[in-house]
């Protein structure tokens, strides 16, 4: 043996340690870059959790969804809510206030520029950029004792009761979409606003300044009217209101009609040159419907009026329509008698254009990632899509009829299809993940 002196030992010793704690601090370097590896692995995972949910695993927690969204549907037709029913409108909001509330969303009651129901307006907000809207209207077309007459009621696949389709089943769409999109803990939106109105079967006259208004924040704006196919509408119609005013002079149509003007002869010449006032290129439509005129059948009348109803999708039809029709009405057959034409605004359209038209391009896209068709088509009726649309405006897109899938609206026939629940579902939340993530 031969023995180190001890300087050389302590030495040695120092080497030692010094080595020990190189190597320690390697390893604690290595293991501290796998763990920072490890981490990153996990984020990502997380991350790739939130994204990368396959389509059809979304369309799986849609169907497992279905027993409680068909809770929510009979809840809310079993409660009368016809436009200006008050205290059934005020048990609608109530609910709609609570669920929305349930979704973590900050919630805020508007009252109705004119009539009666809160629009009920819930704020989602994300981390992300893209902003959403997704309205529906809560009342329905019929009188109080209908809910009770013909309760919520589920047959050979299809569903049943008082605005089953129109729209209830579309405010439960909303609410269980937001809540699967809360369950997946996905919030790569940037807003999530949520407009419900209470006086769309009336015209949405209290309503509709504030659906313009909120539309016109955001990126996109799906309402939710049901769809009578598989499809969703890039173009509804809109209404106007058409008046025809003759003015005559009145006398004895027994002993003096030669001194009367008879205003029913004058608006009856008028309403058959004023027949084709529509354009079916332009898919306007002109319909006289109401007529008035005369008091007593013995006096020549000097009063009598008429009313049409014009649908469009062209803003450039109103102004045609009027400049038409006040040319027309110079060609008079009654002198001595006057004529005047006026049309009072409606709804206005959505009309066809492209942002929606991609947009609708895009829902195609994520239902056919399931396997599924989806029609795009343009509605003649007219919804409050066309309020939310800004013409000539780069955003939002609108896209109408993501409700469910129904028919007989506004009937006792009304109904809305079972199966269309689960993909309906699906298409927003997918819709809402879709566009968020080309938004960042
Ligand atoms: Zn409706």
Redesign the pocket.
Known sequence: MNPLPVEATKDADKKASSERITFKMKIMKKMSRKFTLLLMCMSLAIVAEANEVTPQTMFEMAKKEQSAFLDTVQTLVNIDSGTGNKDGLNKIEGILTQRLTELEANVMLEPPRSGVGNIVLGYLQGKGKAKFLLM??YDTVFAEGEAQRRPFRSEQGRIFGPGVA??KGSLALILHSLKLLNEMNYDDYGTITVLFNAD??KGSFGSRDLIQETAAGHDYVLSY??PDTDAVSVATSGINYLFLDVTGVASHAGSAPDLGRNAIIELSHQLLQLNDLGNPDKKTTVNWTLVKGGEKRNIIPDRASAEGDMRFSDYSEIERVTNDAQKIIQNQLIPGTQVSFHLQRGRPPLPSNPISKQLAITAQKVYKDIGLDLDITKMHFG?DAGYAYQEGAEKPAVLETLGLVGNG?HSPKEYALLNSIAPRLYLTIALIMELSKHSK
């Open positions: 529906i209207h129109d729209a769309e079967e009217e049901p919804t609206l």
